[in-house]
């Protein structure tokens, strides 16, 4: 059973530029959460997807935005970059909405010039 | 603030020996509390706790949620340098908008 595959691993973007990650969740898994992770706030929930629809948001402004398709892949979408959105930002699939064991992907790490 | 707070920061341990993680929370109405391990990138499920109480185990590890002092433990017993890696408590709040709240994690270095 293939695990949650994030792409891209890596990428480098300047200020003011807008990025778009992209989570594909475990086959089966219809709910997506994502999460930035950097080592002086740690582990940060961004938001959940489930069926499609948000369902839990987190503390981030929003320029912070995402979606979840019919085949429960998911996009993270960061617009107006700022050197702060450098991160690790990690994916994680779940058959039922936010609740319990979580399978996380690699991550993709950005960092923001 | 801080509504999860892991103690300690970081731990180095010889192989054999026996940690207790804590992991202190703030909020009272809550979901459950989750473990996570994290060695490289992707965390691991460890264990879910609710307000049940009832201690949960795998293998060397076990963990408990103490509803009175609000907090959980992790415990490892005969430490393995396998075990070597950050471990992660979040709880998952029931306000609002079923945030998920992670703490800053515990750096566990276990040497041979």
């Known amino acids: 059973k293939a695990g949650v595959t994030q792409t891209p691993r890596y990428l480098i973007k300047t200020r003011g530029q807008q990025v778009t990650l992209s989570c594909s969740p475990i086959?089966?898994?219809?709910?997506v959460s994502w999460y930035q992770q950097t080592p002086g706030q740690g582990l940060q929930f961004l938001f959940e997807y489930f069926s499609e629809t948000q369902r839990n948001k987190g503390n981030f402004p929003g320029r912070f935005s995402g979606r979840q398709f019919s085949n429960s892949r998911s996009e993270m979408n960061v617009s107006t970059l700022e050197l702060g959105d450098s991160a690790l930002y990690l994916c994680?699939?779940?058959?039922?909405?936010?609740?319990?064991?979580?399978?996380f992907g690699e991550g993709s790490r950005l960092t923001v010039l | 603030e801080d509504k999860v707070v892991q103690s300690p920061l970081s731990l180095v341990v010889h192989e054999g020996d026996t940690v207790t993680l804590n992991c202190s929370y703030e909020?009272?109405?809550?979901?459950?509390l989750l473990w996570y391990k994290q060695e490289k990138k992707a965390p691991t499920f460890l264990f879910m706790l609710?307000?049940?109480?009832i201690e949960k185990k795998s293998g060397r590890l076990s963990s408990i949620l103490d509803k009175k002092e609000l907090s959980s433990i992790l415990n490892i017993t005969a430490t393995q340098t396998g075990d070597s890696a950050i471990y992660l408590c979040a709880l998952l709040d029931q306000t609002g908008a079923n945030n998920l709240f992670f703490g800053t994690g515990t750096r566990l270095t276990v040497i041979p």
């Open positions: 086959s089966g898994h219809r709910s």
């Open positions: 609710t307000s049940s109480g």
């Open positions: 994680a699939s779940s058959f039922y909405e936010l609740a319990g064991e979580l399978f």
């Open positions: 909020v009272t109405n809550f979901r459950s």
